[in-house]
């Protein structure tokens, strides 16, 4: 008997819980000669204003040890372009395809969110609040529990669509905003977006990307998001995407059990862009060697009871 990878985030429902991650995935047609879109869980498009964003100047990104650092800035086409340009393409690949909308006020994330509501072929938008490398909008709503409150309602009024916040791990308390989130009307969440860090070229005593700080992503920050999707398991009803330095499907396991509906996979594609029908692999292995019909079911399933001790 085949496992049954499906998982339901909300009123939608995916055929496993695989979703390209916004940023590391293009707008999902860079990959399409890689990996059958429509063989994953959902791609979510890189993140989009009203208008075309240029980004931070070169360099940009740089290694670190288990992940990277990244400064994009949110280049993108914008939204109308977007619509015109990627979606059809999206659709005649069989992508669920989910949105990253980005805005540097209330009323361009409300204004993204009606254009994308008037268009074929969308499942849901992902709210970026959470973006650690622009100066204005984004993570000044996602760094206040008022402001992801407030952006997350005025977008829900705004669209018929799904609405799935992406939180920031900059902040104490992630499972209050996305608590805040919830009680806003959200239809999930996601988490975790990177984590501010900086690194310096110590010959010459600078900074090694443009914009000084950045945000880490890849496997060093894996364990912390682990713990954030089970504090945030804790106190909300509404589904949960976990993401943050998954390479396998051990890796994506460990978010599912702690709580997790569905995992977003990012940094790993630039290493091994064939890692989705691996981890897919792996997933199906896991239930039936666990004698499970359904991956739906290790949802949520951590026991805390610390391990008995080893002895010599």
């Not at 499970?292 to 805390?304: A, H, N, Q």
Request: glycine residues 10%.
């Amino acid at each position: 008997m085949t496992p049954d990878l499906s998982v339901t985030l909300g009123t939608l429902t995916l055929p496993n819980p695989l979703i390209a991650a916004s940023g590391c995935f293009g707008y999902g047609l860079e990959y399409e000669h890689v990996v059958d879109l429509a063989s994953l869980g959902g791609v979510v498009s890189k993140g989009l204003f009203m208008k075309e964003r240029q980004g931070h100047p070169p360099p940009r990104i740089v290694e670190t040890p288990a992940g990277m650092i990244n400064a994009i800035g949110l280049q993108g086409i914008g939204v109308h372009r977007f619509v015109k340009e990627k979606l059809p393409l999206l659709r005649a690949a069989g992508a669920r395809t989910f949105v990253n909308v980005c805005g540097t006020t209330l009323d361009e994330y409300v204004e993204v969110s009606k254009v994308l509501s008037q268009a074929d072929g969308i499942a849901a938008i992902e709210l970026n609040i959470s973006c650690p490398n622009i100066k204005e909008g984004g993570i000044q709503f996602g760094c206040s529990l008022n402001g992801t409150y407030d952006v997350v309602s005025a977008v829900k009024k705004a669209t018929h669509l799904p609405v799935i916040p992406k939180l920031t791990p900059n902040v104490t308390d992630v499972a209050s905003f996305a608590r805040a989130a919830e009680d806003a009307g959200a239809d999930a969440v996601s988490l975790v977006n990177t984590f501010l860090a900086m690194a310096i070229d110590v010959e010459t005593r600078r900074p090694k990307i443009s914009n000084v700080m950045g945000g880490l992503s890849g496997p060093a920050i894996r364990p912390i998001a682990v713990r954030m999707v089970w504090e945030c398991y804790q106190l909300v009803k509404i589904p949960i995407i976990g993401m943050g330095g998954i390479g396998d499907a051990r890796d994506a396991l460990e978010f599912m059990i702690a709580g997790a509906a569905a995992v977003q996979i990012g940094t790993q594609n630039f290493i091994d862009p064939f890692v989705w029908s691996k981890v897919l692999d792996g997933l199906a292995e896991y239930l039936t060697r666990h004698n499970l019909s359904k991956l739906s079911d290790v949802i949520g399933t951590f026991d805390p009871t610390p391990p008995k001790a080893v002895h010599a």
